[in-house]
């Protein structure tokens, strides 16, 4: 069965502060697609990466970074130095080869303190 | 390049009444189709989804319906509001070969 979970319900963090959300998943497929979404308090989901299941490569996009590992099924994702702006729900998902559904996990509130 | 609309913003309806949520889609063909729903302080829930014209997938069974009448609209709907239908209502597409999909500004949806 699919699933993707997040653990973290909540997490604050004093501005400046690195922070890690954590992602695991469960799939059968050998094939699948990891992403990370930004949902700001104003609603939308906004993506901000991807993952191929064959690609253990870890990314750096400025202050984000993503750390796969098939090895513990996770995919989590730091943000350094963070900034208030940086306070929103992110949600991990989960894609199958096989398949034409997105699994999300159930989301990690951050809040940025200044 | 790929536009989603989704409409409108914010509703507030009775319960008993009906629903009808629009989202479109620009410079795309063939797009693959979702409705999510979120509860307040909640994940994501898939309650539709559509890989062509007329082709819908239910995953939760409910008072909600969706169809597909053109390639690029994908539409929900309900006969009879239940209080527990409110929530924050979210379409999003994706192209067909497993990208990422890119999401509305969504409808936020108010029983009373």
């Known amino acids: 069965a699919q699933k993707v979970t997040q653990a973290q319900t909540e997490i604050s963090v004093v501005e400046k502060e690195d922070v890690t959300l954590d992602c695991v998943y469960e799939t059968r497929d050998t094939t699948y697609y990891l992403f990370w979404y930004k949902q700001p308090p104003s609603g939308e989901l906004v993506f901000l990466i991807r993952r191929n299941s064959f690609d253990e490569q870890n990314e750096i996009s400025g202050r984000y970074s993503w750390n796969f590992q098939k090895s513990t099924s996770s995919f989590n994702f730091t943000i350094t130095a963070s900034q208030v702006v940086d306070s929103a729900v992110y949600f991990c998902?989960?894609?199958?080869?096989?398949?034409?559904?997105?699994?999300f996990g159930t989301g990690t509130s951050l809040t940025v303190i200044p | 390049s790929q536009t989603i609309h989704q409409w409108p913003a914010t509703l507030v309806q009775p319960v008993g009444s009906p629903l009808s949520l629009e989202c479109t889609v620009e410079g795309t063909s063939n797009p693959n189709l979702y409705w999510y729903r979120q509860a307040a302080g909640r994940g994501l829930q898939l309650l539709f989804y559509?890989?062509?014209?007329?082709?819908i997938s239910s995953e939760v069974p409910q008072n909600l319906s969706a169809s597909r009448p053109q390639d690029r609209q994908f539409i929900l709907s309900s006969k009879k509001l239940l209080l527990s239908d409110s929530g924050f209502y979210l379409c999003a597409w994706r192209a067909t070969g497993n990208t990422e999909a890119f999401f509305g500004q969504g409808t936020r949806l108010t029983v009373v």
């Open positions: 559509s890989v062509g014209i007329g082709q």
């Open positions: 998902a989960l894609s199958e080869a096989t398949g034409n559904q997105f699994y």
